[in-house]
């Protein structure tokens, strides 16, 4: 009766007892190269993590699953900010959950989300470093993965309260659940969870960005200009819409950017302005939108702990302290530099 499987063919000079012993060696030598190799990568993309560090021991899980992990992630060439992939990386069904802004469903509409930092209110926005933390891998091909990566981001002296070019550099935290088929040959994310300090939020919008711009740009450009439907339903015109975003209360403690407040409306001002489906977001009265959901009215109330564990938190907190950042709202301001 033939064997199932591979059989290996003698070279007629070795003993099966020496042949298995080769093999065995040969299998050990194979898995430290590997390890070798993949202990080449300080990261697993150009993702601004120049020294990130994969911690591939740690967590649950085998070795060759965490292995399998890893490969995955780095033949995909994920990055975050590369918003143009997104429906490759992601899958139709797939979800976003920022604590203070709720949660985004399918790739198109996270791609709206995430494309804030490239909105008109800045110059410039990139990861420039970070740590890469593996945790979890499983048997039939799940992967989960946390980053933590510092953002330097720069708000244009027009849309900065002060009149003057802002930049200050963040520590923000993504983890991701995905799927990876054998040897790394797939790659879809399921799940991603993003985190932003809640009291960097306030600094954003409410320290940095603001002034009269952002009130014209969100009444006349985004409100007057393309939501033509929500202005007239608010009752609004050139001097009311102003009155009534300036009465608008600041971000608040927490950075919640999902209530009727300031921050709610700047954030949903660069998607309204290309995307009517976001008017409704816009409005100052109560206005569901096309899934029937009301937003920038009151917040869902959601905390970072009810989305992140607290070894978790403390990894990120570690990554800002490391990164030299206030250890309250894990930011920092740097040197702002005119971009041409």
Known sequence: MPRQGYELIPDGNSSAPERSSRSRVGIIVAVGSLLVFLMQFPSLNNNGTGNASVGILSG??????????LIAAKRSGFVFLETDKYESWFAADSTMHLAQSGTFNGPAQMTEYVDFTKSIYFNYYDAIDGSQKYFSATEDGGCEMMNAIPNKMQVKPEYSKNGEGVCITTTVGFKLSYSAGW??????????DLFYPEKFLPILFNDAIGGEVVADYICDTVLLGNCKEVYQANGLDNESCKAMYNDLPPVDDYGYLDDKAKGCRILHSAFAEVNKKHCPHMSFIPIKDYTGTLWCQESGGQKAEDIWTEDELSFIDQVASDNGFDPDTLSTTCDYEPVV
Do not use: Y
Request: hydrophobic content about 30%.
């Open 60 to 69: 649950t899980g085998s070795m060759s699953s965490k292995i399998n992990c």
């Open 183 to 192: 040897f790394g040959s797939g790659f879809t994310i399921n799940r991603a």
